[in-house]
């Protein structure tokens, strides 16, 4: 290669990267030389294939300075290198593939015959404060602030595993503590039966003792009077001494005799085998399970009020038919609702004659409602986005929740407090009575294996088999009310007295927060297929009370 000195003309392209390369060519609309590759991706770029471009003996043989424009201002900031080859820089830009291109690029891989190529100075003009400018940062901006909010929930999420580790400690030392406190109890037993066995040892003892001393001491008295009698001579007192002293003789037989049957005993210990080979076989001191805690995202509310109200909502029982129907029960209003999710409004409304409490679903066109002031179940059909309402079965007492699995209806009641199982004419298959178990057993719900209880005065959730049994319990609530199953067995509860919603495991043992700072959530439906939970408030204030809640849970 000629020295830069020699090149009269050069690729003003290339020279512009820093690298001067001889022209074999000239573009008239470009004012520009170009060497021999820059000179065929000039000829197939479809922004300058009609430009007029001079071969090398008819272009100009000195070098030509394009005038000032966009064009020439722009391409001097051309100065990012390709990230494939790296002494050349970006100049081009593949509408098909989406990328940017430098020109080696262009002539290998994404030649201007198979892909639409542009000069990017030549399509750039108009970029700034474009519509595309607008929506891509806009949608960075969503993009960041996304993932700022994932790093603070992390944090959040991180923050309650941590405080449920300390707490996971605090528990096994109070485990601990209470298996100390039994060992220390039945340590206390067997030192009891040591201590009464030595007591009554020594009691023994003083006993033998203080006989023998009477004994010897009576001996001791009758030899010294027989010898100094015998010595004076007293015939007729030696004779009756003596004889004295074979009776004594007689009775100290019978007490060495009771003191030979005495049966002092050794004592030996013997350690209970089974604590010990349970400590040994024991690999550990419990578990320590993992809780998962779900993410969630506000998905707005649905407005229930309707020009049919004449109060405001008081929702005290939903129920899930599709991913986009909801039937609610406006207790205050006397009406049954149907609730579009996709549209988000009320779509049909059932009046009744008395106050609806809870509703579940029968069958696939039919639905149960409870009427705890007449004691009954109202029974509605729905079609074709209608509730008509049929029979009603008469029960024997306040009904108030109500879940219904395989056509058995499963009945809560207030006054008495009771649990039923009913078929679907009413006939009693099992009762339940609340006595020490539940007191104020609101809400219901049930699948395959279990029936759950929620009950606001016990403040449990109550486990139960579908033979009545209990099964398990979950306290630590405050007011617990409405419960809906979610798909994987675990059970949603509102706690309107700590305003959050919990999530309690399916065997009823732990719980986590989903939701907290409600406004007195009260009834609650889980939809599996959109992982969306619905909620509605009891509240004073209508602009809460009026809506239902809803929000994405992963």
């Known amino acids: 290669m000629a020295s830069d000195e020699d090149l009269q003309v050069y690729c003003q392209p290339c020279d512009e990267e820093g690298t001067r390369l001889p022209a074999h060519g000239y573009c008239t609309d470009c004012k520009e030389h170009l060497c021999k590759t820059c000179l065929t991706v000039h000829k197939k770029l479809k922004s300058s294939k009609h430009h007029t471009v001079l071969d090398a003996t008819s272009m100009p043989k000195v070098l030509q300075q394009p005038s000032t424009s966009i064009h020439t201002s722009q391409s001097d900031n051309l100065t990012t290198p390709c990230c494939k080859h790296q002494q050349e820089m970006i100049k081009f830009y593949c509408n098909d593939h989406k990328k940017l291109l430098c020109s080696v690029c262009v002539t290998l891989e994404h030649q201007p015959t198979s892909c639409k190529v542009d000069y990017i100075p030549g399509i750039s003009c108009n970029i700034i404060d474009s519509k595309e400018y607008q929506i891509i940062l806009k949608t960075l901006n969503t993009t960041f602030d996304y993932y700022q909010q994932m790093v603070e929930d992390v944090k959040e999420m991180t923050g309650k595993s941590n405080r449920s580790l300390k707490d996971a400690l605090e528990d096994i030392k109070k485990f601990r503590i209470e298996i100390n406190q039994r060992l220390d109890e039945l340590e206390r037993q067997v030192v009891h039966v040591v201590k009464v066995a030595e007591q009554e040892n020594n009691s023994n003892i003083t006993a033998v003792e203080t006989s023998c001393e009477e004994v010897t001491n009576s001996l001791k008295i009758s030899s010294e009077k027989i010898k100094q009698l015998n010595t004076s001579k007293q015939a007729n007192a030696l004779f009756m001494e003596l004889k004295l002293a074979e009776n004594i003789m007689k009775d100290v037989e019978k007490t060495a005799l009771q003191f030979s049957s005495y049966d002092v005993k050794e004592h030996h210990f013997q350690a209970n085998e089974t604590i010990l080979t349970k400590l040994k076989t024991e690999r550990s001191l419990g578990t320590l399970t993992q809780i998962k805690y779900r993410q969630s995202s506000h998905e707005g509310e649905i407005c229930v009020k309707t020009s049919k109200d004449k109060s405001r909502c008081y929702i005290t029982g939903m129920t899930l038919l599709t991913p986009d129907l909801l039937i609610i029960t406006d207790y205050d209003n006397y009406a049954v609702k149907m609730v579009d999710t996709s549209s988000q409004s009320v779509s049909d409304q059932l009046q009744l004659d008395d106050h609806p409490w809870d509703i579940t679903r029968v069958t696939s066109t039919e639905l149960a409602v409870t009427l705890p002031n007449t004691k009954k179940i109202q029974f509605i059909s729905f079609s074709s986005n209608k509730l008509i309402k049929k029979h009603n079965v008469k029960v024997d007492g306040v009904c108030v929740g109500i879940s219904c699995y395989q056509g058995k209806h499963v009945v809560s009641f207030v006054t008495p407090a009771k649990l039923q199982i009913i078929d679907m004419n009413g006939t009693i298959l099992t009762t339940i009575d609340g006595k020490n178990i539940f007191k104020s057993p609101y809400y219901v719900t049930c699948n395959r294996s279990s029936i759950y209880l929620s009950d606001r005065e016990m403040k449990t959730v109550t486990r139960f ?90």
């Open 465 to 554: 088999n579908w033979q009545g049994d209990v099964i398990g319990s979950y306290s630590g609530m405050c007011t617990p009310r409405g419960i809906s199953l979610s798909d994987d067995g675990s059970v949603f509860v509102c706690d309107n007295g700590r305003n959050v919603i919990e999530e309690i495991s399916e065997d009823s043992s732990t719980g986590k927060v989903v939701l907290e700072n409600l406004n007195d959530p009260y009834t609650v439906g889980w939809c599996g297929e959109t992982k969306k939970l619905y909620y509605s408030c009891r509240s004073v204030k209508a602009k809460y009370a009026n809506f239902l809640y809803i929000y994405k849970l992963s």
